[in-house]
């Protein structure tokens, strides 16, 4: 009865999420032409255009009918576009394939490499593990008799032997088999990723069952404990030195010290004034004990072990370290950060790690995937016609290459390969340039070749499989469309008029206005006794200009003798100070952002409107502008009367609705 129940309900409940997104997509919001726009295309470009679900929900009606508009009119002129057959315009066809190529390898790598692994990372480094191992390294024996010693140590450990002791007689990492192999705790991203990986895959108190092989050589690993990683927290402590005031170690002294301490507190003491009147540690005790925010490992192991395991704002037992005793108090435990905020860190940490190892696999992968075929026999019968012939241009003109291109190497798809598509791909390649074509460096030339290959390969045909990758394609597509739109309705169709142009000015000519201006020079320096030298040598006679020319520290300027030309009053502290000065004189120094000014004013240009030959630039401006929008607005209107478009708006209020 339960499970029927339970059936019952669960087909309801799939029977309102079928009907709920039925409804979206049988609801029109617009027609135009033949084609109907339904509320479920709406949400989903509103979406894409305002940044999100949650924002788009926020929006007002009057939004949603404005976006609504504009929607229709892309898609009157998308439907334009494809009436024109611009989807078959060689210019459009060659910069989209480039595109394409260009993207997808990009995209490819983003989504089937970069994205799955940072994820998995970031839910990774939500927990931290503890970790024993037991290292072998191979220095006198054969990889394999390394690899069954190590699972030789494995059997044994399972079937009931001690971990360390077998730690401390075979492992070669000196630094851990004093301790059973302990390394202490890890997250992702900090060993060796084969290492992390058996580790995330281990349960507590579990040796995994295989040997792991890294750089360093082969594991036999232990998972000891599995917590919820704390990404830094804020603490303060209390100090009590083992050696006494004579500097004589009186251990037995010092706990009885920081017992008494740690019972006051208890008490009612407050911590921070305890640790200013009696920490012992002189850095943090004027501080009240504080020692700022710190993550794992930043503290010696028996003081890092207890502090991130205390709860906020509780008093811990007496910690022993090398330094002395301490009394911990955590006073703020750090969120993770989002993953949007660690993404940056994540991916150069999975470029250092295993990036390179993981796209080798996933070059594999993509052999399986795209039918890669490789001719039996066909590298070494290729090589045997080569007598001389290296990567180089000679290669093009030979014998050797119309003997070779006979052959197909390799098939993708079944599509083939030839001996030229390598060499295309290796002649400039140092590693290849100038040496004989042999069989060795025709087959390193076809692995450096095929793996650029197969990304490509796979991008031309990914929005046949990736959603995604589809969408971005349709979306860059209809972009050159529109832009070619615009090109031949708008931009082709521009005529700069020079007496509408005229006319334009002397209708709005109050807007073209220059304000209070002045035409003044600068002398620049970085150190007040040079300015005070040139200042001097003004004074007695030497030419401004000259001194500017030679000397001023604004390279820049020392061509126009530090001369700005004419300058709004209020543009910066140069014009204000040159301002203050009569027509011809020269400053004394003065102190400036960065260094040092001596000024001299040229000119002065009263507030006055400007000519039309001073205002021509942005008039004709302003005429494009509104040429452009008006030939913009014929080319809408002319769609319109072709397209008829209806919206029906009263259906946008159940837009983003549940």
């Given at each position: 009865m339960r499970k029927t129940l339970f059936s019952l309900l669960m087909c309801s409940f799939l029977f309102i999420l079928i009907?709920?997104?039925?409804?979206?997509?049988?609801?029109?919001?617009?027609?135009?032409?033949?084609?109907?726009?339904?509320?479920?295309?709406?949400?989903?470009?509103y979406q894409k255009h305002t940044?999100?679900?949650?924002?788009?929900?926020?929006?007002?009606?009057?939004?949603?009918?404005?976006?609504?508009?504009?929607?229709?009119?892309?898609?009157?002129?998308?439907?334009?576009?494809?009436?024109?057959?611009?989807?078959?315009?060689?210019?459009?066809?060659?910069?989209?394939?480039?595109?394409?190529?260009?993207?997808?390898?990009?995209?490819?790598?983003?989504?089937?490499?970069?994205?799955?692994?940072?994820?998995?990372?970031?839910?990774r480094r939500k927990i931290e593990c503890r970790v024993s191992h037991i290292m072998i390294v191979p220095n006198d024996m054969t990889q394999n008799?390394?690899?069954?010693?190590?699972?030789?140590?494995?059997?044994?450990?399972?079937?009931?032997?001690?971990?360390?002791?077998?730690?401390?007689?075979?492992?070669?990492?000196?630094?851990?088999?004093?301790?059973?192999?302990?390394?202490?705790?890890?997250?992702?991203?900090?060993?060796?990723?084969?290492?992390?990986?058996?580790?995330?895959?281990?349960?507590?108190?579990?040796v995994y069952p295989k040997p792991i092989k890294t750089v360093y050589?082969?594991?036999?690993?232990?998972?000891?404990?599995?917590?919820?990683?704390?990404?830094?927290?804020?603490?303060?402590?209390?100090l009590v030195d083992f050696k006494d005031e004579n500097g004589n170690v009186d251990s037995a002294a010092a706990y009885k010290q920081i017992e008494s301490y740690r019972m006051q507190i208890l008490n009612g003491a407050d911590f921070s004034q305890m640790a200013v009147q009696f920490s012992e540690d002189k850095y943090s005790g004027v501080n009240g004990g504080d020692l700022g925010f710190f993550q794992r490992r930043q503290m010696v192991q028996p003081f890092d072990y207890v502090a991130f395991r205390l709860p906020v704002g509780e008093l811990s037992e007496i910690v022993k370290t090398d330094y002395g005793y301490h009394l911990i108090q955590v006073e703020e435990i750090a969120p993770m950060l989002s993953f949007e905020k660690q993404l940056p860190e994540l991916k150069n940490l999975y470029k250092q790690t295993r990036y390179d190892d993981d796209k080798v696999k996933f070059v594999e992968q993509l052999k399986v995937e795209m039918n890669y075929k490789l001719e039996d026999g066909v590298i070494e019968k290729i090589a045997n016609l080569n007598d001389s012939v290296t990567f180089s241009d000679e290669y093009w003109t030979s014998d050797f290459r119309n003997k070779a291109n006979a052959f197909t190497i390799f098939t993708i798809n079944a599509k083939p390969f030839i001996l030229d598509s390598i060499v295309n791909n290796t002649i400039s390649v140092k590693t290849f340039t100038?040496?004989?074509?042999?069989?060795?460096?025709?087959?390193?030339?076809?692995?450096?070749?095929?793996?650029?290959?197969?990304?490509e390969e796979k991008a031309q045909i990914l929005d046949k499989s990736d959603e995604g990758f589809a969408e971005l394609m349709n979306d860059y597509k209809n972009g050159l469309y529109i832009f070619k739109l615009q090109e031949e309705e708008v931009w082709n169709k521009l005529e700069l008029d020079s007496i509408k142009i005229?006319?334009?000015?002397?209708?709005?000519?109050?807007?073209?206005?220059?304000?209070?201006?002045?035409?003044?020079?600068?002398?620049?320096?970085?150190?007040?006794?040079?300015?005070?030298?040139?200042?001097?040598?003004?004074?007695?006679?030497?030419?401004?200009?000259?001194?500017?020319?030679?000397?001023?520290?604004?390279?820049?300027?020392?061509?126009?003798?530090?001369?700005?030309?004419?300058?709004?009053?209020?543009?910066?502290?140069?014009?204000?100070?040159?301002?203050?000065?009569?027509?011809?004189?020269?400053?004394?120094?003065?102190?400036?952002?960065?260094?040092?000014?001596?000024?001299?004013?040229?000119a002065r240009d009263p507030m006055r409107p400007k000519t039309f030959e001073e205002a021509r630039a942005e008039v004709s401006s302003q005429y494009q502008e509104m040429e452009s929008k008006r030939l913009e607005e014929d080319y809408i209107n002319r769609l319109k009367s072709y397209y008829q478009p209806k919206y029906y708006y009263e259906e946008l209020n159940k837009a983003f609705k549940e």
């Open positions: 009907s709920c997104s039925t409804e979206k997509s049988s609801i029109v919001v617009s027609e135009f032409g033949n084609e109907k726009l339904t509320l479920g295309e709406f949400e989903k470009a940044g999100g679900l949650e924002k788009a929900k926020q929006d007002s009606i009057s939004q949603y009918k404005n976006f609504l508009d504009l929607y229709i009119n892309f898609k009157m002129k998308v439907k334009d576009a494809d009436e024109r057959g611009l989807a078959y315009d060689p210019s459009i066809v060659n910069e989209y394939e480039s595109y394409k190529k260009q993207v997808g390898v990009s995209y490819l790598i983003e989504k089937r490499l970069i994205e799955p692994a940072v994820k998995e990372m970031y839910e008799d390394a690899y069954n010693l190590t699972q030789s140590i494995i059997d044994s450990i399972k079937a009931g032997g001690s971990f360390n002791k077998f730690a401390e007689k075979y492992s070669d990492d000196n630094y851990s088999k004093v301790v059973g192999g302990d390394i202490y705790y890890i997250t992702s991203g900090q060993v060796p990723y084969e290492f992390e990986d058996a580790v995330y895959e281990t349960a507590v108190n579990d050589g082969y594991h036999v690993i232990k998972v000891t404990d599995r917590i919820e990683r704390k990404e830094s927290i804020k603490a303060k402590h209390i100038g040496k004989k074509i042999t069989k060795d460096l025709l087959n390193s030339a076809l692995d450096d070749y095929l793996s650029n290959l197969l990304f005229y006319n334009l000015y002397l209708e709005t000519k109050e807007k073209y206005n220059w304000p209070d201006r002045v035409n003044y020079s600068e002398i620049f320096s970085r150190t007040d006794s040079l300015i005070q030298n040139y200042y001097q040598r003004i004074l007695n006679g030497e030419e401004f200009d000259s001194i500017a020319t030679n000397y001023t520290e604004k390279f820049n300027l020392r061509s126009k003798a530090g001369n700005y030309g004419f300058v709004d009053v209020n543009a910066d502290e140069l014009s204000k100070l040159a301002d203050e000065l009569e027509v011809g004189s020269i400053s004394e120094p003065k102190k400036v952002k960065n260094g040092f000014a001596i000024i001299k004013l040229f």
